[in-house]
């Protein structure tokens, strides 16, 4: 995998001035002893592990302050960015390098074939497994990512309606017939709380949307995570910058990516079915860089609008996000390295007993 340039000295200052924490619970206490989070902290203590989540918009570290806090924690790292979920989509999701991740053990990453479609229940069972695995031997999970829905899923208590072929079928068939405006109108008709959650554009939520509303009879926002009603015991660290200053961390991530072969690992994926991929292929900078490939945009227009389309997804991931008063916010873009890992073991270590 080609490794996106990064600012090594910071990166370094973030993850050694970290003590590792002993592996042994008994050196340090065991688990800590916290009560479930149900919206409200209650009087009952649990022996479950808490897990500790980093989350907030694109660009703003989350990747090597989860790994920094994993290190201090005796933690392992559990992946909510729903495109590190696919093998080969390294350089245009910046998954960190195996080098990158400092020995710590991550878990959710490249576990399917861009050519499967990302499920957030199935992820959702997979991450509460790995929670479990994890804090069954004594460490720490860190879950770490932007994707919303997908860390929701993963903490609260959040269930999923079933779904039936035939009917996304015929619905996938009117989104053809009809366009994503018509779908999205219908949307709105029968469930106004989803339609001004879901952009038309994401087609393939509002077609599961209308799945939802049709098996069920109820609408797909009433199966949304409430904020503040925990499935885990967790506590939870956001990072965020100024706007202008996370609109040029993108624009430069962007051409980092490019410079370091985006359009390469894009070509090479074409070739293992990155077409035929209901959800790889609609991915950020993915899906810009098959428009270029195909000939329907320069690579030059494909950068512009990866660098948009990213903008555009940030202000949603703080939208998303800053709904959720559990989130104790740290601002990226005016902490250093050193004084960031300190706020954010600061703001995770009392939950924790540390």
């Known amino acids: 995998m080609t490794a996106l340039p990064r600012r090594s000295a910071a990166r370094e200052a973030l993850l050694t001035a970290l003590p590792r924490r002993s592996a042994d619970p008994a050196a340090r206490g065991g688990l800590a002893r916290v009560p479930r989070v149900l919206g409200e902290w209650e009087d009952e203590e649990t022996d479950e592990g808490v897990v500790v989540a980093v989350v907030g918009p694109t660009a703003t570290g989350k990747s090597d302050v989860g790994v920094a806090l994993a290190r201090a924690l005796d933690g392992e790292v ?41 499920r957030v229940a199935a992820y959702q069972r997979a991450a ?9 031997r004594g460490r720490v999970p860190v ?39 018509a779908l999205h109108a219908r949307l709105a008709s029968v469930d106004p ?20 509303h049709e098996l069920t009879g109820r609408p797909f926002s009433a199966s949304m995570p409430e904020a503040g009603r925990y499935a885990v015991p967790a506590v939870q660290v956001g990072l965020r910058a100024e706007r202008e200053v996370l609109r040029e961390r993108i624009a430069v991530r962007v051409q980092r990516m490019l410079d370091a072969g985006l359009v390469a690992e894009v070509e090479a994926l074409v070739g293992r079915g990155l077409r035929e991929g209901s959800t790889a292929r609609r991915a950020l900078g993915y899906a810009q860089v ?25 202000r949603r991931q703080l939208s998303w996000f800053g709904r959720d008063p559990r989130v104790t916010w740290l601002d990226a873009d005016r902490l250093g390295a050193a004084e960031l890992r300190e706020a954010a073991l600061a703001a995770v270590g009392p939950t924790l007993g540390r």
């Open 78 to 118: 559990v992946n909510a960015d729903a495109s590190q979920l696919y093998r080969g989509m390294d350089v245009g999701t910046a998954k960190l390098s195996p080098e990158e991740r400092a020995g710590v053990p991550h878990h959710l990453l490249d576990v399917l074939d861009v050519t499967e479609e990302a």
């Open 290 to 314: 098959l428009d270029a490939l195909d000939g329907r945009t320069t690579l030059a227009e494909a950068a512009e609008a990866t660098v948009h389309a990213t903008r555009r997804y940030a």
């Open 193 to 212: 709380a989803a339609a001004a959650a879901i952009l038309a554009s994401n087609t393939r939520r509002v077609v599961r949307a209308l799945e939802v």
């Open 128 to 136: 509460r497994a790995a929670f479990a695995d994890i804090a069954s």
């Open 143 to 181: 879950l770490v990512g932007g994707s919303g829905l997908y860390v929701r899923a993963a903490l609260d208590a959040l269930e999923f309606p079933a779904t039936d072929a035939g009917v996304r079928a015929r619905l996938e068939a009117e989104l053809e017939a009809s366009g994503a405006g």
